[in-house]
């Protein structure tokens, strides 16, 4: 398969070597210095960017038929766009806020964590978050996913950023010297605390989910997420 690496940074080049040790290669890699996107020799395109510069490369990548997956965070209020285009262009298009196998099994058992707890009002949820000082973004995408995932669960009805509501999720985002991602879910009454936590020790395992579901989309058309690929759940 021939990739374009849509973001060539400390994803980029993690996602270039796990390509190319299962068989890939790179077509075309993109960064900011990048003036014009030649997909005519790209299979598939991975696009872990920047906030600011994920919805043109994806559209790039649709208006090129190529099927297209996208890791990078912090441009969700543009999603809903985004599916709308990839359906007019009759395209494939994937966006997870964590690619690593570790983390969407951990969205499971939030999952089910969020709704055995749902009738316990006794618990305070809290969400912590910690990464790098190079993020740009906060709260990170995998914290919304949890944060989204517990209101479908539960009677939370939204997330806030470090605020206390009682009525809103609070997530706190903590940023500490190359944390490559640490996840925490904390429900804490006067006599016990259940707590699970997911931590990244490196960025090996969301490069290689990337890989695997850039695999997985070639072949399709539609809109999918890591749900699609993974068989768990
Ligand atoms: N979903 C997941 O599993 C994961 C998601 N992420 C997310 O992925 C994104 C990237 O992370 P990371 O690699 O650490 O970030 P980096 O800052 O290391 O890399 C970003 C890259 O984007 C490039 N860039 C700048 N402008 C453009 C443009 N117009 N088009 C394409 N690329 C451009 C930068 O170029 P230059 O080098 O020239 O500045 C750089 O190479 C973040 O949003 C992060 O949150 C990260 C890890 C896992
Ligand atoms: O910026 C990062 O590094 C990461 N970003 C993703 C997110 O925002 O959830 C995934 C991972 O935690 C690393």
């Not at 849509?6 to 960064?31: Q, T």
């Not at 997870?96 to 999952?111: D, K, M, Q, T, Y």
């Not at 479908?152 to 490559?180: G, M």
Request: hydrophobic share 40%; with cysteine.
């Amino acid at each position: 398969m021939r990739i374009a690496l849509l973001g060539y940074g400390k994803m980029g080049k993690i996602i270039e070597r796990v390509a190319e040790e299962r068989g890939h290669s790179i077509a075309l890699k993109v960064d900011s210095k990048t003036t014009t996107l030649d997909f005519s020799q790209t299979d598939v395109a991975i696009d872990f960017s920047l906030p600011t510069t994920a919805v043109k490369n994806i559209k790039a990548a649709l208006d090129h038929n190529i099927p297209v997956i996208s890791g990078t965070t912090g441009w969700l209020s543009h999603y809903d766009d985004i599916v709308t285009y990839c359906k007019s262009k009759k395209g494939a298009f994937l966006y997870a806020s964590n690619f690593s196998l570790g983390v969407n099994i951990f969205f499971e058992v939030n999952r089910v964590l969020a709704s055995l707890i749902a009738n316990y009002p006794d618990y305070e949820l809290n969400i912590e978050e910690i990464h790098h000082t190079q993020k740009l973004d906060a709260p990170s995408g995998t914290a919304i996913s949890l944060a989204e995932d517990i209101i479908k669960n539960s009677n939370y009805k939204n997330w806030t950023l470090d605020e206390a509501d009682s009525n809103n999720i609070k997530i706190k985002a903590k940023r500490i010297v190359d944390v490559p991602g640490t996840h925490i879910i904390n429900y804490n009454s006067d006599v016990d605390s259940i707590e699970i936590k997911h931590t990244a020790h490196n960025r090996e395992g969301f490069a290689l989910g990337a890989v695997i579901a850039a695999e997985w989309i070639a072949d399709k058309k539609g809109v999918f997420n890591m749900k699609d690929v993974l068989n768990i759940g």
